[in-house]
């Protein structure tokens, strides 16, 4: 009987069959007891370290406190919580903040996180008096958790047993817990569930001895994939949430593990897998001195430790496109990754030399998928097949998820997201702060951009990031216009003096989609797809083309990480699955921009009327004796273009099969916000002008010799594109006219 209640609890539990692609496990990592802490009476729970000190929570409310440095396993004190009673679990600790009157520490929020309480929802803050030798607590304030609204909000309400961190460095409350809860008889199936983090302000005491948050004080709600079952308690530092789960060895089915949850990429950043290293049961976690602590509970002939770990290691290169996209699974979405570029610094000039000019390229930023024909196909789909009882129960759960966000998409077709609108601010303030001798004194400054709204608004949102720094400037213009697109979007349909030819080989009667469609069946089977959302395909497949509704599907999983409010969906997908349409698309981009034959050199060639609008611009400001920035908003196709009319790095190189491109082009590396700079250095007691080209933060390889590192020489440059672009203009000119089978 035995073996079968653990059979059927296994099945539950385990991951599904179709689970996604998710970061690789960290390796080496080390770990050690810290303090091999002396029994206690109580069950071990919350844990954090300030001032030297480390405090650990017992059940019911008792503390004990461990000098840090010389990490004894004697406590240094003890005393009782003020919120001590039979009913508090005490699960969490979290250091705030504000540093009460006559306290040593600031105030601590402890969390209860007993599922059923009546103070279930309620969060203890607590200051910490340390006198005579002597440590106790005051309750000063509570706040009660209201998640009444939250739906009607468009928020995913949590089940309970919320655990309240603070992230110190951002001056953040984050609420943490699951749609439901996370044991093996209530969640059986990983795509049952999801984890859901809620932002809020922390209230300072003066607001009062009792704080209610509900729905109207939500800044902020990520919700993760579900992957890993029996949550623990965690911690928050510069926006990531470290979060432990499992019981150790005390049950194979839940093991020792911990995730890093990123708040501002919306994905799960690293993964422990510390079931051999860790025996007991994991409780809460501090982060400390450049490592992490797990505090951990007993278990029979044991002693309750302190561990430490070493903190998640940055990746090393990957060997390939599929490794890299193992290392960061958004990368599977290409054009729709938004890549965290927050951290991207300024360029180092070259001795004698500082910056006075940027000219460049530059992306629209995150937006919702820009046809109207995704989000009414898929909502069609699964509200039919739910009328209709044709869901299985994972396409149940998968409606489940996306009901409530219907409102958030319909109408809303290539719409910049409120994530993009940030990303733009952002992007204009970091110019500023990278190169503030662009900005000095009366800088000129200019910004065009093709007139699709998505790409004003990323324009306009990037111009008041520059004011926010700058906000005496004067901008000199800023455009948009369709008669920019020639040299802005010559791809668009709307361009004046667009060729019929383009348009004729940009559509699917172009031979470049029967090599997609023919790459794209070889790779793909819809059949298993729709089998795992549909019970009869056959009556799906009457009314849609297999490959274009998972396709949409695609779409859809891959847009989330653009949206404020999204719900994980790369789980619909194996990871065998996620990888093949990554480079199914990315063939397809390819295909229309890069340097097959198929595209007759005109996919990439109407890029050159871009490369050379940049140059021109640039040589006319410099001869004007201008110092400032120039810069241009479009599209992610014509970046692709202008990086094989640059022939950087292998964006020039053209494949022998569709199995090769995989290699030479990665579409991920023109993602929602993309920028293809041209930073121009001079110095003062020369005319000589060098120019460094930098796409997303990082320098572009170009085919032709550096005058040092990554900077050339102006004028070298400029002669040699402008040729480039005559004869590929020579090109566009002679093919205008061919006629197409």
């Given amino acids: 009987m035995r073996k079968y209640i653990l059979f059927t609890v296994l099945a539950c539990m385990s991951v599904s069959a179709h689970a996604q692609l998710y970061v690789e496990p960290e390796k080496d990592v080390d770990c050690s007891v810290f303090i091999p802490k002396e029994r206690r009476a109580g069950s071990q729970q919350g844990m954090d370290i300030y001032g030297g000190y480390v405090f650990c929570l017992e059940d019911g409310g008792h503390v004990n406190v461990y000098d840090f440095e010389k990490a004894n396993p004697e406590p240094v004190y003890e005393f009782e919580l003020a919120s001590s009673c039979p009913d508090n679990h005490a699960n969490n600790a979290s250091f705030g903040i504000e540093v009460p009157e006559g306290s040593n520490f600031p105030l601590l929020y402890v969390s209860n996180g007993k599922v059923g309480s009546e103070i279930e929802w309620t969060c203890f803050v607590e200051g910490i008096i340390r006198r005579n030798g002597r440590m106790h607590s005051e309750l000063l304030q509570t706040i009660t958790l209201d998640i009444a609204g939250w739906k009607d909000a468009g928020y995913v309400p949590i089940f309970g047993a919320p655990s309240w961190m603070v992230d110190r460095e951002r001056g953040d409350l984050w609420v943490f817990s699951a749609r439901k809860r996370t044991t093996g008889k209530v969640t059986c199936h990983a795509w049952e569930n999801q984890y859901v983090a809620t932002k809020f302000r922390v209230p300072t005491v003066n607001e009062g001895k009792k704080v209610i948050l509900g729905a109207n004080d939500i800044l902020d709600q990520v919700v993760f994939p579900f992957e890993t079952w029996f949550t623990q308690a965690g911690c928050v530092h510069d926006g990531k949430i470290y979060y432990c789960f499992g019981v150790g060895k005390l049950d194979p089915l839940r093991p020792s593990r911990i995730r890093v949850y990123d708040t501002d990429t919306r994905s799960i950043a690293a993964r422990y897998e510390l079931q051999e290293e860790i025996p007991n049961e994991m409780e809460d976690l501090a982060i400390s001195d ?32 599929e490794e890299e996209i193992r290392q960061c699974p958004e990368k599977a979405g290409g054009i729709y ?120 608004s990323t324009m306009h949102a990037f111009v008041q990031g520059v004011t926010s720094r700058k906000p005496h400037l004067e901008w000199k213009e800023v455009s948009n216009s369709r008669s920019f697109l020639p040299e802005l979007n010559p791809y668009g349909t709307a361009c004046p003096g667009k060729q019929d030819i383009d348009t004729r080989m940009h559509s699917k009667t172009g031979e470049w989609y029967n090599k997609y469609c023919s790459f794209r069946n070889s790779k793909i089977n819809p059949e298993d797809f729709l089998a795992r959302i549909f019970k009869n395909t056959d009556v799906v497949k009457e009314k849609y083309d297999g490959y274009e509704l998972e396709w949409r599907f695609w779409l859809m999983a891959s847009v989330m990480q653009c949206l404020d409010r999204h719900v994980p969906l790369w789980d619909i997908f194996t990871s065998d699955e996620i990888l093949a349409w990554a480079e199914v698309e990315n063939y397809r981009y390819y295909l229309q921009k890069g340097p097959d034959p198929v595209n007759l050199g005109r996919g990439w060639g109407l890029g050159s009327r871009t490369l050379r609008h940049i140059l021109e611009e640039s040589a006319a400001d410099i001869i004007a004796g201008r110092h400032g920035v120039n810069v241009n908003f479009g599209h992610d196709g014509t970046l692709m273009a202008l990086m094989v009319n640059l022939h950087a790095g292998t964006w020039a190189e053209s494949a022998d099969k569709p199995e090769d491109v995989f290699d030479l082009w990665q579409y991920w590396n023109i993602p929602m916000g993309a920028n293809l700079k041209f930073i121009f250095y001079r110095k003062d007691t020369s005319d000589d002008i060098l120019v460094r080209i930098v796409l997303n933060g990082n320098d572009v390889e170009l085919p032709f010799e550096a005058v040092s590192g990554k900077f050339y020489d102006w004028d070298m440059l400029y002669g040699h594109y402008i040729r480039h672009c005559d004869a590929v203009e020579q090109s566009l000119s002679e093919t205008a006219s061919l006629k197409l089978q």
């Avoid at 002693?303 to 290169?317: D, G, M």
């Avoid at 997201?417 to 992007?427: D, F, I, K, N, S």
């Avoid at 204009?428 to 709204?453: C, H, I, W």
């Fill in 290 to 321: 450049g490592w992490l602590y797990v505090n951990t509970n007993t278990r029979p002939g044991t002693v309750p430790c302190i561990w430490r770990l070493s903190l998640p290691e940055r990746k090393s290169e990957p060997s390939g496109p």
């Fill in 337 to 456: 990754y938004v890549c965290n570029m927050s951290e991207e610094r300024p360029m180092d000039s070259p001795d004698g030399y500082s910056p006075f000019y940027i000219n460049g390229f530059f992306r629209h930023e995150a937006r919702h998928i820009d046809d109207n024909v995704t989000y009414p196909m898929i909502y069609e789909a699964l509200e039919t097949a739910y009328g209709t009882g044709n869901l299985t129960p994972f396409g149940e759960a998968v409606y489940d998820r996306l009901e409530p966000l219907k409102a958030e998409l319909m109408y809303h077709e290539g719409d910049l997201t409120m994530r993009g609108y940030r990303q733009a601010v952002e992007m204009g303030q970091r110019m500023v702060d990278n190169y503030p001798e662009v900005f000095q004194e009366s800088p000129y400054l200019k910004a065009n951009s093709t007139n699709v709204p998505r790409v004003v």
